[in-house]
């Protein structure tokens, strides 16, 4: 397994390098992120299960360093199996206070990097007959106030997984989608990581509890691996049925029963 993971010094991009490693007796594994010193408590990690691993700290919103993890994958991997897209960002404003900034950041970080680096890493995907598996987020299909730009960024993410399940299909590279809700990470740790207000959150999920990284990460190496060699153009939700529970929720609220 030659895998490349973006977001993956914590969170759900950390369990996946977890997940992906663990699908062969020896994987290589390169993990992208800004955060330089967990790559390296990811990477210590993994090599001491005894993998190959190589880090790349950069920031995926320019796109010059898109394409030098690119050439680093080329390099260090030889050829891509599994191709992560999941390094993302919230957008923490409400519309009418959102900056250009955040605004732009979400959807060059969630979407645009996606895109940059599905198109880098093709002509080694299409050698290898790899497989793309992109995070997007059960907010592509639900406004997520107050995060202004973040569910439209998600919303083309899904599009343009679909995109390349269409454009890259006939090449034998599988394009797919994760669409998680209600995960416990860095990025939702000031709700999930306070005891009540978790507790209130898994009341309203069908599944009666917060997601782990891991609920994420083996979905995504199911996505990755040859059990889902015929599922491409998917957005496969992983949220414990939160994303169905609308009605039930407003119903509880508007009239006793
Ligand atoms: N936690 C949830 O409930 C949830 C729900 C839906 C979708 N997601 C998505 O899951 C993905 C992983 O998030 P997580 O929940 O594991 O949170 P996380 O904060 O633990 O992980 C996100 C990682 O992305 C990295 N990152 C952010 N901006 C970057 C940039 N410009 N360049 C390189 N790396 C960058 C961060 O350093 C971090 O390690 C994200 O795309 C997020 O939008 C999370």
Redesign the pocket.
């Known amino acids: 397994m030659r895998a490349l993971i973006?977001?993956?010094?914590?969170?759900?991009?950390?369990?996946t390098a977890h997940a992906l490693a663990a699908s062969a007796e020896r994987s290589s594994l390169l993990l992208?992120?800004?955060?330089r010193e967990?790559?390296g408590e990811v990477s210590r990690e993994l090599e001491a299960r005894g993998h190959r691993v190589e880090t790349f700290?950069?920031?995926?919103?320019?796109p010059a360093?898109v394409e030098k993890v690119a050439a680093r994958a080329e390099d260090f991997l030889g050829g891509i199996d599994t191709l992560v897209?999941?390094?993302?960002?919230?957008a923490n404003a409400a519309l009418v206070d959102l900056t250009l900034e955040t605004y732009e950041?979400a959807f060059?970080?969630?979407t645009r990097?996606t895109w940059l680096l599905a198109k880098a890493c093709y002509p080694l995907l299409k050698v290898a007959q790899g497989s793309i598996v992109?995070?997007?987020?059960?907010?592509a299909t639900q406004p997520t106030p107050p995060h202004g730009s973040?569910s439209a960024s998600?919303a083309a993410l899904v599009m343009l997984i679909k995109q390349m399940a269409f454009e890259f299909g006939p090449d034998g590279i599988r394009c797919n989608c994760?669409?998680?809700?209600?995960?416990?990470?860095?990025?939702?740790?000031s709700v999930?990581g306070d005891d009540r207000l978790r507790a209130e959150r898994a009341a309203n999920i069908p599944l009666r509890r917060?997601?782990m990284?891991e609920d994420?990460a083996s979905v995504i190496a199911f996505l990755a691996s040859p059990a889902a060699a015929y599922v491409s153009g998917v957005d496969l939700v992983v949220?414990g049925a939160v994303s169905t529970a609308l009605m039930p929720t407003l119903r509880k609220g508007a009239v006793p029963q």
């Open positions: 973006t977001g993956s010094a914590s969170g759900i991009g950390r369990a992208v992120d800004t955060a967990k790559l700290a950069c920031d995926l919103s320019s360093e897209s999941n390094a993302g960002v919230l950041l060059a970080v969630n990097a992109a995070t997007a987020s059960i907010s973040y998600k994760v669409s998680p809700g209600t995960i416990h990470t860095g990025m939702t740790d999930y917060v997601g990284p994420v949220d």
